[in-house]
């Protein structure tokens, strides 16, 4: 008919047409791909050639060897045997390597040429050591803890990775098993919101603090209230415990809060042993340093530094507005005391005390290193400033990038990376060690809470109220996956020491356990 005959002829127009744009749409994309080609050829060209003088050093910019001679092109796995071999290791270990502040990726050539680098002088190269073991990124939910009557303020792992615990809105604290997902323990003592709880490094001990000023010690084994500690008036926001490396028996625990007053006490006796005053504002939070100092920040837009042996205030530093946050480069370390996963032994093996004592003193040094203890605060005023409040008041390094109030702030296991979290929904990777700044990663949509990190210090983990978490590849600088789940905003997380869970709780009234 005549209607198919156009119908066809309609068609056939249409495939030559379609023809026609499929030879054009090869031929732009041949040219493209030889632009392309000859951009790449072209930065190949631009590349230095020849060899340069090279000079590893540490994070703390001690030196490693004498200067070398090597290739311009030397590759990062050149670089591992090359420090392997330097620093006499039996086995080979992993580590990364920095030229100002940049990560060497492929090699070395295109490091000097992205940042410019007179190849006439000695190039400086950082090296970082990197855990051992890896931990594989958390991406599904393995269980959901139901128990809680009011949001879920607070949770934290103990130093074994074996139990958690939970403090709620409805008063209670409860200690789970994470393997069989259940509590152990419901503890019931406390009549006001539960907003702290800290294991004590060797385990024993389970400190948890209430709004109304109530701090209990419990036992960790049997869930049963060890001592009620009575003192405080107001809410206790913040709890930190001696280092087990300076006291094996951990006998002693520092809490702090709305009164303005840190408070030292001994838990086998139940004793108030000091309280330092000298805030004038609310305490916000405290750390209990590795050298032997604590570290408390306030509302007062003030840092200071206290020596619980003397009672005396040792330096004050300031921000210019409310300091909400503060960590210290070895808190890892400090908080999980001789429980040493990084080599895949199984801590449950030391049981002898001495040994025990011995090996958190070997963990601390390895991660302290030979300088100075670093600690970073975060502010009202949208900034981080990094300390060494062991040798000076001086700030070593002010970090500014957030837009809005410096919620949270942590170090990685390895002292390598801060990362801070703020209510302007981003989060951001700073340098460890000089504070530089490094990435910033935007996902969320609401306030970010609260940041940690994996044990191995590649992964990091925000938790917002968007209601989701994200965890943060940071190699890639990327995220690696959205855990979403939670039913309103998520106010508590942790990361196992293990690196194996991640537990999260919030708003909804449900803890979640995640795994790989």
């Known amino acids: 008919s005549t209607w198919g005959i156009k119908k066809m002829e309609e068609a056939g127009f249409r495939r030559e047409e379609d023809s026609e744009r499929s030879k054009d ?13 000859k951009r790449k050829l072209e930065d190949d060209e631009d590349l230095p050639t020849g060899n340069i003088v090279a000079q590893f050093t540490t994070p703390e910019g ?5 200067q070398l001679d090597m290739p311009v092109n030397t590759t ?22 920095y030229i100002e502040t940049v990560e060497v990726n492929n090699d070395v050539a295109h490091v000097i040429k992205n940042q410019s680098l007179n190849v006439e002088k000695v190039i400086k190269i950082v090296y970082h050591p990197q855990a051992v073991f890896h931990v594989r990124p958390v991406t599904r939910c393995s269980g959901t803890l139901s128990g809680h009557g009011e949001a879920v303020l607070h949770a934290s792992f103990s130093p074994d990775g074996e139990r958690l615990a939970t403090g709620s809105g409805d008063t209670t604290l409860r200690i789970w098993d994470v393997h069989t997902e259940t509590p152990i323990h419901i503890c019931k003592e406390h009549k006001h919101w539960i907003q702290a709880t800290a294991w004590s490094p060797n385990g024993k001990w389970l400190a948890s603090a209430s709004a109304d000023g109530d701090l209990r010690i419990w036992h960790g084994d049997t869930g049963l209230c060890a001592k009620k ?11 930190s ?4 490396h300076r006291d094996a028996e951990c006998r002693r625990v520092a809490s702090a809060g709305k009164d303005a007053t840190v408070r030292i ?3 086998p006796t139940g004793r108030l042993i000091i309280s330092l005053n000298g805030h004038t504002q609310p305490v916000n939070a405290i750390v209990w340093g590795g050298e032997g100092l604590l570290y408390s920040v306030s509302s007062d837009t003030f840092i200071k530094v206290w020596d619980p042996e003397k009672g005396i205030m040792v330096r004050q530093m300031k921000h210019a507005h409310r300091v909400n946050t503060i960590t210290v480069n070895t808190e890892y370390v400090l908080k999980t005391g ?5 080599n895949h032994e199984s801590p449950k093996e030391i049981t002898d005390p001495k040994a025990a004592h011995e090996k958190s003193i070997e963990r601390y040094q390895l991660v302290k290193g030979s300088g100075p203890e670093r600690v970073v605060t975060g502010s009202d005023d949208h900034t981080l400033y990094m300390w060494q409040p062991s040798v000076s008041k001086t700030h070593t390094s002010r970090m500014v990038g957030h837009q809005q109030v410096v919620n949270h702030v942590k170090f990685s296991p390895d002292g390598r990376y801060l990362a801070s979290a703020s209510f302007d929904k981003s989060v951001r990777l700073w340098d460890g060690v000089t504070g530089n700044f490094i990435a910033v990663f935007r996902g969320h949509v609401q306030r970010v809470y609260m940041v940690c990190f994996s044990a191995d210090s590649r992964l990091l983990l925000s938790a917002s109220a968007d209601s989701t978490c994200k965890i943060w590849n ?5 995220a690696e996956c959205d855990l979403p789940g939670h039913a309103d905003e998520v106010y508590a997380a942790d990361w196992s020491p293990d690196g194996e869970r991640v537990a999260t709780g919030g708003k909804d009234r449900q803890v979640k356990i995640w795994q790989h």
């Open 474 to 478: 940071l190699q890639t600088r990327k």
């Open 265 to 267: 006490w001994d838990v």
């Open 241 to 244: 415990w001696e280092p087990m």
């Open 229 to 239: 500690l009575i003192g405080h008036k107001g809410d206790i926001r913040s709890l």
């Open 62 to 66: 001690e030196n490693t060897g004498a």
């Open 338 to 342: 001789h429980y040493d996963f990084a």
């Open 25 to 37: 749409l090869a031929k732009r994309l041949k040219t493209t791909y030889k632009k392309g080609e």
């Open 76 to 97: 990062a796995d050149q670089l591992q045997t090359i420090i392997n071999h330097l620093l006499k290791n039996g086995e080979s270990r992993p580590y990364s390597f």
